[in-house]
C-alpha cells in the first residue's frame, strides 16, 4: 500500500506561480510513476504532468508545457509541481497519483493505483 498526501495549493492571481508537493509513505520503493491529475467540476480527470520514477522521464499534458515542471526526490518519496503563469482556466483539484506495476500510457488515471485527497488550486484574473 502507498499513501499520498499533497500540500502547497491555493490562491492566486493570474500569472502566479505555485509549486504542489506530494509525500508518498508505505510501500513506496514499488513505485513506478507518480501522476499530477487534476479535474474540474463536471469535467474528466486529466493529467496534467507523470514521471518515471525509475527512469526520471517526465511527462507532460500540451495545455501546461512549458509552464509546469514536475520533479521528484527518490530518497524522500517525495513529487513536487512547479506551476508557473497560471491562468485562471487552471483552477480546480489537483490529485497526486502513483502507480505499482506496469502501465501503458503516462496518463490513464485507470492505469493508476493509488491517489491522494487532493489540493485546491485558485487562480482570479
Known amino acids: 500500500q502507498v499513501q499520498l498526501v499533497e500540500s502547497g495549493g491555493g490562491s492566486v492571481q493570474a500569472g502566479g506561480s505555485l509549486r504542489l508537493s506530494c509525500t508518498a509513505s508505505?510501500?513506496?520503493?514499488?513505485?513506478?510513476?507518480t501522476g499530477w491529475f487534476r479535474q474540474a467540476p463536471g469535467k474528466q480527470r486529466e493529467c496534467v504532468a507523470s514521471?518515471?520514477?525509475?527512469?526520471?522521464?517526465?511527462y507532460y499534458a500540451d495545455i501546461v508545457q512549458g509552464r509546469f515542471t514536475n520533479s521528484q526526490d527518490v530518497a524522500m518519496a517525495r513529487v513536487y509541481v512547479q506551476m508557473n503563469s497560471l491562468k485562471p482556466e487552471d483552477t480546480t483539484m489537483y490529485f497526486c497519483?502513483?502507480?505499482?506495476?506496469?502501465?501503458?500510457?503516462?496518463?490513464?488515471?485507470?492505469?493508476?493505483?493509488?491517489w491522494g485527497r487532493g489540493t485546491r488550486v485558485t487562480v482570479s484574473s
Open positions: 497519483a502513483a502507480r505499482v506495476g506496469y502501465g501503458r500510457t503516462w496518463n490513464n488515471p485507470a492505469e493508476f493505483n493509488f
Open positions: 508505505g510501500n513506496t520503493d514499488a513505485i513506478d510513476f
Open positions: 514521471v518515471d520514477t525509475r527512469g526520471g522521464r517526465t
